[in-house]
């Protein structure tokens, strides 16, 4: 049986949090990002190399949310590069990622994958401005109720009731009287309704 020896620089121990990101149950992944944050010298390195792969895997993925729960801008400029030319999924997991990540860096990457993406990256920077909710977001997100695809228009209206359909009641009264998708029209009959200001 071999014991295994010190291991000073804890790069074991890094191995192991890594893997658990890949586990099925939520506990051992918790665990590991929990982890990988409480030491930021020795998972930073490792946790944007594993986001800058590109490659669509659970480990990639965890990997994405846990290097934006440390909310360093640095780091935007990684996660915002998974928004154009990934898989949908890392798309929608790059864009959920700088929706949670506090700085004005990630607000203004997603603005800018709603006026420059294409496909998903529109449609889910436009799903993720509305989750946080800044209000800076709201022209860019009155332009994407325009957009040529119904998928983008509905969240982009969608996203508007998540900062307050008042602000946007002459944009949304429009939709409910010309946008061709009656999903899209029927989201903004019922933001409308239910905005209470």
Request: overall charge negative.
């Given at each position: ?25 939520p ?19 490792a ?17 994405i ?72 977001a ?55 309704a239910?905005?209470?200001?």
């Amino acid at each position: 049986m071999t014991v295994p020896g010190p291991d000073p620089d804890g790069a074991r121990e890094l191995q192991q949090h890594l893997e658990s990101l890949a586990d099925e149950h939520p506990e051992p992944v918790a665990g590991a990002i929990g982890w990988l944050l409480a030491h930021p010298a020795s998972s930073r390195p490792a946790l944007d190399a594993i986001v800058r792969s590109g490659r669509d895997d659970a480990v990639t993925r965890q990997a994405i949310r846990a290097f934006a729960a440390f909310h360093d801008e640095n780091d935007v400029a990684a996660i915002a590069a998974l928004l154009h030319g990934s898989t949908p999924g890392l798309v929608w997991v790059a864009a959920s990622a700088l929706a949670s990540h506090r700085s004005d860096a990630a607000l203004h990457a997603l603005i800018n994958a709603v006026r420059e993406g294409d496909g998903a990256a529109v449609e889910a920077a436009s799903s993720a401005l509305g989750v946080r909710a800044d209000e800076r977001a709201r022209p860019t997100l009155e332009a994407a109720a325009g957009h040529r695809t119904e998928s983008v228009r509905y969240r982009a209206v969608r996203s508007l009731g998540q900062l307050g359909a008042i602000s946007s009641a002459a944009l949304l009264r429009n939709v409910i009287a010309h946008d061709p998708s009656p999903d899209v029209r029927r989201e903004a009959r019922l933001l409308l309704a239910s905005d209470p200001a």
